[in-house]
């Protein structure tokens, strides 16, 4: 096994559709890295922007926020509003020199195989970008 | 958590088996949980779920004095249900519960032994510092309006209502036309089994009419509902009449002698209403109205024949629309279909050619009721000799509705032989895609009629034209078609052509959609909670949809989905109560200042500003608890209940360290 | 719509002054609300004038905002209860763009007021205007003559340099003197009907308000090049967390910025808030992973968690920076996520109080949009 940079994920999944498409991909045993850790969220929409600074304030590598497809909300538009939330974030996290480390995916409840690619993804993106620069302060 | 008890934490770390123990070092995980701040007791076990599993747990609370419970198992959508049970029935708020997922997002899906345990340990870590932070919650139930509204008077919404009514339950059926009846009153006979449909359904409107739990609101409209599930207020608007109800006798006077001849919209425009009119004579109730539009009294300002040859003094020109709030528990929409019109299809002829009729039209013609007193005639009087039948119009066409509308194939062979009983010598041509006969006796039908020397030609009708190529051809109607099982293509000419058109979602779906919270499916219909397992159910619990509104039906699975969306309702009045979401947001008002962020976000429109006090408030009933509001307010005045941010907060912590 | 103008005699203030003396004596407002001269000179404070006669006193071309913007004021006296007596309020630019904010977000009620804007060409930070008055100089005239003489003041606050709004048009009336190449006239522009109004009842003197439009354009577009340049400037300082913490290392967590910040209305600063400190244990897990760990996190989450939740409504105003006792550079963070952040959603904070802000209504076209494209 390679001793190297091994990224932290944190995952918010809404328990509608991704949250039940990352059981589905376990149901399927799909393997994919163990780097990401979940946090189950009723809705994407109730993603708080300050959550996901938080999350790179303590030291997470990436974080990838996954919910339903467009037009399959439970709540309507929990997606949308992520979505326009998420447009923002990512110029910010540019700036604090944490571009490319938020991720925000769509995955239904049966896309167990497309969850495994998003990590399976999304980890080699991370290694390629390195460790979180937060951590590194005050080395 | 001022004045609560010192957390101590249970931790339960399940082997599933093999299935969770077999990649990861269960005796590990329980050795590092047993490390955490606050754990009391960390334990782990073959099956969790089992009885003895559950008997562990409940011990620990019973004996430990345990107050917060962690298990490490399979997915919560299996088991969470389960361990919140088995707190609850050892006296612990079963909310002060949290579960790991090492199962479905651990030992399934990651092979390395050593990666697995790590991130079981940090999953477990998770939950017991998320844990420390939860709160008691309670499940509020409120009472359930034992009243039923039901939306549309066809044959769905009359078996509705009849069925909630006869189990002792109050109905408001309301129903936009001055009568109710629908389409299905508009038909001659029905399909396979040939019964005359308002002889069917004229018994099942009358009982409507007359049954004490049923408040029959005809000429009305829903104008908009608010409320919750089991506590709906809906406002309806009834339209003025201008003819006293109490007072009519339905005696017909009026209709006889007013002047005015408007087109009748039940007889598809063939034949003539008055101004003042019922719009058939089985109608209920069988009390005109007065047709505002055409009327001479409100058009010109004079004329008054009805109000002075009425008997009773049942008209009354000021009588003004008025508006109703009503209070029900549930309510089911059957608002039904409308039919498309061909004349978008140019190459068919309809509205160019007279005796190019839709399928409707041809069966008001049957009816003896009719235009026509049920005779077949063409525009000129005479009887048609050949008759063609178009199958599929505007239905299997991606330029109109992709959908089958499932009743064309059926009522076109209907039809043919109501044609082949009235003109034995006629001849009758069906030109279809696929025959369709799905249903009890449908297919039994389809070979009685194939055996009534109907001619059935497999082919898609290019054009109906009057422009003849032969003497033959002259003074007719010229299917041209392409015959595919012969593959040629061919012109027949005939007297008269009947388009089987589609079934298509009523031009005010999305309207109506609005107003009771409901979505569309991709066709234009309702959308249903689930296709199979919830087919009558929709996105709003206590609101449910049956018969053609939700997509194509034919009589016998319309009054089915009656019969199914009264049971649900009987069903959700009878339990009594209804569960409110628990992972509410509870706002601060001390730290609220009512921007309104909150507002615009939420889907249900629970939230509301309080002018006065400038603070947001939530009408907890309407909640589904998805937190946008919560994510959206900047102040963090909302707390989550259920998804605190000191509970979130801690679990990422956790998780990105 | 008609516009008028007084003569400029004296300067300015005096001329300035006659109008407002004029609202005063017709009855037009009950009081007026704007910066008058403080006790030294040497700032300008908040003042409720209704007397015709203390009127003044009031130094409405001041080139400084005292502490706090105008906009947080007009919020603080009418967000509870409306007010009862009309009250004309003189703010500038920025202050009407934070007012504006603060309407969409319910925190201003506009009920009897009278939004009375002036021309700004800039404002010097609160200890400059004294310096500069210690120093016998008249910072209002200092203003003009570099606006007469068409430069920038080095000694502006940074984002007034960076400023696009010197006037705005949203004012019931505005009282200018951008259009002038010499100080001739004061006009009285009026921007509403209800503007129109007031003026269309007072005897002042019609005008056209020569070449205004033209030099408002030309001021935009220097202004606009000069936060091209300090975007890409900053942009060297920022992308990189440790420049970042470089820049916020001074930081002694007194929260100044916020408190003054007309954006951030809320009561209580969720960051203030013990639900988001971040437990000892956690700094002790970080601090065993590295073996020394700098506590700065508690200042980012604060400095960015608060851009998050204003940049978009951020009306440039500064007050951030100039209130800050350690001389934190914030403009060099906020400007360019509040610009980037705006062009995101189209969205030009504190122009027209019916423009909502992202987010505050959900458009169902857009929504739509989204559900179509995936």
């Not at chain 2, 399928?359 to 009816?367: D, N, V």
């Not at chain 2, 005939?494 to 058109?501: E, F, H, P, S």
Request: some cysteine; charged content about 25%.
């Amino acid at each position: 096994m390679e001793r190297g940079f091994n990224p932290n994920i944190i995952g918010f999944l809404c328990q509608w559709c991704a949250y039940a498409g990352a059981d589905l991909a376990g149901t399927s045993r799909v393997k994919y890295p163990s780097n990401i850790k979940i946090v189950r969220l009723p809705c994407t929409g109730r993603v708080d922007p300050v959550y996901v600074l938080r999350a790179f304030l303590g030291g997470a590598d990436g974080v990838l926020v996954a919910g339903c497809h467009p037009g399959d909300c439970h709540y309507k538009r929990g997606n949308y509003l992520m979505s326009q939330r998420y447009m923002v974030l990512q110029r910010i996290l540019d700036i604090l020199g944490l571009g490319g480390r938020l991720k925000l995916e769509w995955v239904s409840a049966s896309e167990g195989g497309k969850f495994a690619e998003v990590v399976k993804g999304f980890v080699e993106e991370l290694k390629s970008l390195g460790p979180n620069p937060i951590r590194e302060l005050g080395k | 958590m001022e004045g609560v008890e010192k957390p101590r934490i249970g931790v339960y770390i399940c082997h599933c088996g093999t299935n969770i123990a077999g990649v990861v070092n269960v005796k590990e995980v329980v050795r590092f949980a047993s490390k955490l701040r606050d754990v009391e007791v960390a334990r782990d076990y073959t099956y969790m779920c089992s009885n003895p599993g559950q008997e562990l747990i409940k011990r620990d609370i019973w004996e430990l004095g345990v107050n917060r419970v962690v298990v490490a198992s399979c997915s919560p959508s299996l088991h969470e249900k389960t361990f919140m049970g088995t707190c609850e029935e050892a006296g612990l708020n079963p909310f002060l519960f949290q579960m790991a997922n090492i199962r479905e997002q651990v030992s399934w899906v990651h092979e390395n032994s050593f990666e697995a345990t790590e991130k079981a340990k940090k999953l477990v870590e998770a939950a017991v510092n998320r844990v420390r932070n939860h709160e008691s919650l309670h499940i509020k139930k409120l009472g359930v309006v034992p009243a039923v509204l039901v939306v549309g008077g066809g044959i769905t919404g009359i078996e509705a209502a009849l069925k909630v009514a006869n189990s002792g339950k109050k109905v408001y059926l309301v129903e936009r036309e001055p009568s109710i009846g629908g389409h299905m009153a508009q038909l001659d006979k029905t399909f396979p089994t040939l019964d005359c449909s308002s002889c069917i359904l004229t018994p099942k409107m009358v009982e409507v009419g007359q049954h004490e739990n049923i408040e029959l609101l005809t000429y009305s409209e829903v104008l908009g509902v608010s409320g919750f599930p089991g506590n709906f207020k809906v406002k309806i608007k009834r339209k003025a009449r201008h003819v006293d109800m109490d007072k009519c006798t339905g005696c017909g006077l009026c209709q006889e002698k007013c002047p005015t001849r408007v087109p009748s919209e039940f007889n598809c425009g063939l034949g003539v209403r008055k101004a003042i009119y019922t719009p058939f004579p089985q109608a209920v109730p069988n009390v005109p109205v007065i047709d505002t539009e055409h009327c001479l009294h409100f058009t010109k300002g004079v004329c008054g024949v009805c109000e002075r040859v009425c008997p009773v003094k049942a008209i009354n020109y000021e009588q003004l629309d008025e508006t109703l709030e009503v209070e029900v528990g549930a309510i089911i929409i059957a608002t039904g279909f409308e039919v498309f019109n061909p004349s978008v299809m140019t190459h068919f002829g309809y509205g160019k050619y007279e005796n190019v009729l839709t399928g409707l039209e041809f069966e008001r013609m049957c009816s003896p009721s009719g235009p026509t007193g049920g005779k077949i005639l063409l525009r000129n009087g005479r009887e048609p000799g050949r008759i063609a039948i178009i199958h599929c119009v505007g239905s299997r066409d991606e330029n109109y509705h992709e959908y089958c509308s499932r009743v064309c194939c059926m009522y076109s062979m209907k039809h043919a032989h109501l044609i082949r009983e009235k003109l034995p010598n006629a001849k009758i041509y069906e030109f279809y895609i696929d025959i369709r006969a799905f249903g009890k006796g449908y297919e039994e039908f389809f070979n009685r009629v194939l055996m009534e020397g109907v001619t059935f030609i497999r082919g898609k009708v290019a054009e109906v034209t009057d422009y003849a190529e032969s003497p033959e051809e002259e003074g007719k109607l010229i299917v041209k078609f392409e015959d595919t099982l012969l593959g040629l293509v061919r012109r027949l000419p005939v007297d008269m052509v009947i388009l089987a058109v589609a079934v298509e979602p009523r031009k005010d779906a999305e309207e109506v959609a609005k107003i009771f919270g409901l979505s569309l499916s991709g066709d234009g219909f309702f959308l249903e909670k689930h296709p199979k397992l919830a087919p009558v159910g929709t996105s709003v619990e206590g609101v449910f949809v049956a018969g053609a509104c939700q997509g194509p039906k034919d009589i016998p699975d319309s009054v089915a989905q009656g019969s199914a969306a009264a049971a649900e309702a009987i069903s959700l009045i009878d339990r009594g109560e209804v569960e409110i979401e628990p992972f509410t947001p509870e706002i601060d008002e001390n730290i609220c200042v009512g921007c309104g962020r909150c507002i615009a976000v939420c889907p249900q429109e629970a939230l509301t500003l309080d002018e006065e006090r400038k603070v947001a408030v939530l009408e907890e009933a309407f909640c589904k608890g998805c937190g946008m509001c919560v994510a959206s307010c900047p102040s963090q005045a909302i707390t989550h209940k259920g998804y605190t941010a000191r509970e979130l907060l801690a679990e990422i912590d956790t998780l990105a360290g | 719509m008609k516009a008028y103008c007084v003569s400029v005699v004296v300067g300015y203030r005096e001329s300035a002054n006659v109008f407002l003396k004029e609202l005063l004596r017709k009855k037009v407002v009950d009081a007026l609300l704007a910066p008058a001269e403080s006790e030294t000179g040497k700032s300008v404070t908040w003042t409720l004038v209704t007397e015709p006669g203390e009127v003044d006193k009031l130094n409405v071309f001041a080139p400084i905002i005292p502490g706090y913007s105008g906009a947080t004021l007009v919020s603080e006296i009418t967000r509870e209860t409306p007010l009862s007596k009309r009250v004309g309020v003189v703010l500038k630019p920025c202050e009407i763009k934070a007012l504006i904010e603060l309407v969409k977000f319910g925190q201003v009620n506009m009920d009897n007021l009278v939004l009375i804007g002036t021309d700004c060409y800039g404002t010097y930070h609160v200890l400059k205007y004294g310096e500069m008055v210690g120093e016998g100089k008249n910072p209002t005239e200092e203003m003009l003559r570099h606006y007469f003489s068409g430069v920038e003041d080095e000694n502006f606050r940074v984002h007034c340099k960076l400023c696009d709004n010197p006037v705005h048009e949203a004012a019931d009336i505005t009282m200018g003197f951008i259009g002038n190449s010499e100080p001739e006239k004061l006009f009285l522009i009026p921007n509403t009907s209800k503007g129109q109004g007031i003026l269309g009842e007072l005897n002042f003197i019609e005008d056209n308000v020569q070449g205004r439009e033209m030099k408002i354009k030309e001021i935009e577009k220097r202004r606009r090049g000069n936060r091209e340049k300090f975007i890409s400037s900053s942009e060297r300082e920022i992308g990189d967390i440790k420049k970042l913490s470089g820049i916020l290392e001074n930081c002694i967590n007194c929260h100044n910025c916020m408190e003054v910040c007309p954006i951030c209305f809320c009561k209580e600063c969720f960051f203030d808030s013990d639900r988001y400190s971040f437990v000892m244990e956690r700094y002790m897990k970080w601090d065993a992973d590295k073996g020394a760990y700098p506590l700065p996190t508690g200042k980012l989450q604060f400095h960015i968690g608060r851009m998050i939740h204003m940049a978009t409504s951020c009306v440039g105003c500064g007050l951030c920076e100039q209130s800050c006792p350690m001389d934190v550079e914030l403009s060099k963070i906020l400007v360019p996520l509040a610009i980037e952040a705006q062009r995101v959603y189209s969205y030009k904070p504190g122009m027209k109080i019916d423009e909502k802000p992202p987010l505050m209504v959900i458009d169902e076209s857009e929504l739509e949009k989204f559900i179509e494209e995936g």
